[in-house]
C-alpha cells in the first residue's frame, strides 16, 4: 500500500513538469498527461492539483484557464451518474480531454484575428493531446507496475525517455552559476537507463535527452554525444558498475576530441563527475541490472509461464489421444481359441448352397427328413470342429444312405474348416499385434506425461546464476555453446 502511494505521488511530480512544457503559448502536453493519468487511475483530483501546479508556474494565468477549464470539464463529465457506472472505453477517455481542450481553444478565436491560423492550432493542439495521453500512459504503467526485474517493453521504452526529455525540457532555469542540475541529471539518468535496461533504452534516452537539451538553448551535437554516450557503455553492463562508469566517461573524453563541438565545459564536467559519483554510490537495490536479477522478468515469467500452460495442455491432448487409442485397441482385440457359432453357421449354408441345392434329392433330405438332415449335419461340423476334419466315419448312418454326394459333402466340409482354420490363425495373429501397439501407446502416453512433468517442473535459473556457471565452466577450460 504504502509502496503505491510513493509511485502515485512520484506520478503527480512528473506531472508537474510535464505540465511546464509549454511551446508557442499552448500546453496540449499537461492535458496528454492528466489524461493518462485518469485512465492509470492515479487519482483524478490529485492530477489536476499537480498538473494546475505545473500550468501555473509556467504559463499567465489568461493563458492558463483554457486548460484548466478542460481537466475541470472532463472531470465533472466522469462524475455525471450515468456515466460514472459504466466502464467508459479507452478511446472515450482519450476523446474527452481533446474535445473540452477544442471546445475552450475555438472560443479564443476573435473576429479580428486570423480564424484560419487559430482553427489549425486548435486541431493541432487536440492531436497532440491525444497522442501524447496515449505516449504517457506507458510510462505511467511503468511506474505503477515495474517491480524487481521488470523489463520494459518496446513502448514503455520510448514512453520514458520521453517523459525525462519533456521534465528536462521543462525545468525552470536556476540562476546557479557553478552547478549545473539539469546537466548532472541528463548525465545521470542516461548512465542509470544504460546500465539497468541496456543499449536500448541508453540509445533511446540519450537521444531525447541530447533533443530537450538541444531545445532549451544547448548545441544541437548534444543529441548525438548523449546517443554514443547511451550506446557504448551498455557493452560493458556485464562487467559491473565501475568499467561501466569508466566507459562512461571515456565515451565523454573521446567524443569531444573527435568533434570539437561536443568537447565539454568545466560546468558540463562538473555534472558528468557528480552524475558518475551519484551512480557509483547509489545502494544495489537501485542500480542494478535487470537481465541480471535472480528470476526473470514479469513480462517474462507471463511469458514462460502461457508458453507452458499451453504446451502442456497441447502435450496431455496427446497423451490422452494416445490412451485412448490404446483402449481402443484392447477393446477391441480378442483372441479366437474355438470357431464362432455364426461363422459354423457360414460354413453350413455354403456347403448347402454348393451340393444341396442343385442335388436331385434335396427334397428328400431337406423336406422329407428335415430334422435328421439337420441333426446329422451339426454332428458332422461339431466332429469337425473337435477334429479339425471329417471322415466318413463320422457321418450317421442315416444320412450316409441318404445323401448321394457323401465324397463331395467331406470334402467340401474339410475344405471350408480349412479356410476357417486360416483366418482363425491369421485373425489371433491381428489380435496380437494389436495388444503388442495398444501397449506401446499406453506406454507412450505415459512417457509423454513424465516429459511434460519434468519439463516444466523444472525450475527457472536466473540469468545472473547462468552466467557464473558459464564463467565457472570455461575458468575450467570447458567450451560453453
Not at 489524461?35 to 498538473?51: P, Q, V, Y
Amino acid at each position: 500500500m504504502k509502496d503505491s502511494k510513493k509511485r502515485t505521488l512520484l506520478i503527480h511530480v512528473i506531472g508537474m513538469f510535464v505540465a511546464r512544457a509549454a511551446f508557442y503559448n499552448m500546453n496540449p502536453l499537461a492535458i496528454g498527461y492528466f489524461t493518462a493519468a485518469l485512465i492509470a487511475n492515479t487519482g483524478g483530483k490529485m492530477a489536476f492539483l499537480a498538473i494546475t501546479i505545473g500550468i501555473m508556474t509556467a504559463m499567465p494565468i489568461t493563458r492558463a484557464l483554457k486548460y484548466l477549464l478542460t481537466m475541470i470539464t472532463t472531470l465533472v463529465i466522469l462524475e455525471i451518474p450515468m456515466i460514472k457506472k459504466r466502464k467508459i472505453p479507452q478511446i472515450v477517455m482519450y476523446a474527452i480531454p481533446s474535445a473540452a481542450l477544442g471546445l475552450y481553444s475555438l472560443m479564443e478565436i476573435t473576429a479580428g484575428g486570423p480564424v484560419s491560423h487559430y482553427f489549425l492550432l486548435t486541431i493541432l493542439e487536440m492531436v497532440i493531446a491525444v497522442v501524447s495521453a496515449g505516449l504517457f500512459q506507458y510510462g505511467i504503467e511503468f511506474i505503477m507496475q515495474s517491480s524487481k526485474g521488470y523489463k520494459m517493453n518496446n513502448e514503455q521504452m520510448i514512453s520514458m525517455a520521453v517523459l525525462v526529455a519533456v521534465m528536462i525540457y521543462a525545468f525552470p532555469e536556476l540562476p546557479v552559476n557553478y552547478v549545473a542540475p539539469v546537466e548532472t541529471f541528463v548525465y545521470f539518468i542516461v548512465l542509470f537507463f544504460t546500465y539497468k535496461y541496456g543499449v536500448g533504452q541508453g540509445a533511446i534516452t540519450g537521444a531525447v535527452c541530447g533533443l530537450a537539451l538541444s531545445l532549451r538553448g544547448g548545441p544541437v551535437s548534444d543529441i548525438g554525444l548523449f546517443t554514443m554516450m547511451g550506446i557504448l557503455p551498455a557493452v560493458f553492463r556485464e562487467m559491473g558498475r565501475f568499467p561501466v562508469a569508466a566507459v562512461y566517461l571515456a565515451t565523454a573524453a573521446i567524443m569531444g576530441l573527435i568533434n570539437p563541438a561536443m568537447e565539454l565545459s568545466i560546468n558540463e564536467i562538473g555534472a558528468l563527475s557528480s552524475a558518475v559519483v551519484v551512480f557509483l554510490l547509489l545502494p544495489r537495490n537501485l542500480i542494478y541490472r535487470v537481465d541480471a536479477v535472480d528470476g526473470i522478468g514479469k513480462q517474462e515469467i507471463l511469458a514462460a509461464d502461457n508458453l507452458k500452460k499451453i504446451a502442456k495442455t497441447r502435450m496431455k491432448v496427446f497423451s490422452d489421444s494416445f490412451l485412448k487409442l490404446s483402449k481402443t485397441l484392447d477393446t477391441i482385440t480378442e483372441k479366437q481359441i474355438k470357431l464362432k457359432q455364426k461363422e459354423i453357421n457360414r460354413m453350413f449354408e455354403d456347403v448347402s448352397e454348393k451340393l444341396c441345392k442343385n442335388c436331385s434329392n434335396c427334397t428328400n433330405c431337406w423336406e422329407n427328413n428335415l430334422e435328421d438332415t439337420y441333426q446329422a449335419a451339426c454332428t458332422l461340423f461339431e466332429a469337425a470342429e473337435r477334429n479339425g476334419f471329417i471322415q466318413k466315419e463320422d457321418i450317421p448312418a442315416k444320412f450316409l444312405s441318404d445323401c448321394i454326394a457323401v465324397d463331395e459333402f467331406v470334402s467340401e466340409t474339410n475344405r471350408s474348416f480349412e479356410i476357417a482354420k486360416l483366418n482363425q490363425i491369421w485373425q489371433n495373429r491381428v489380435a496380437e499385434s494389436r495388444e503388442v501397439i495398444a501397449e506401446q501407446l499406453k506406454e507412450v502416453s505415459t512417457v509423454i506425461q513424465d516429459i511434460t512433468s519434468d519439463i516444466y517442473t523444472a525450475e527457472q535459473a536466473s540469468r545472473m546464476t547462468e552466467e557464473k556457471v558459464i564463467r565457472r565452466l570455461k575458468a575450467e577450460h570447458i567450451l560453453v555453446k
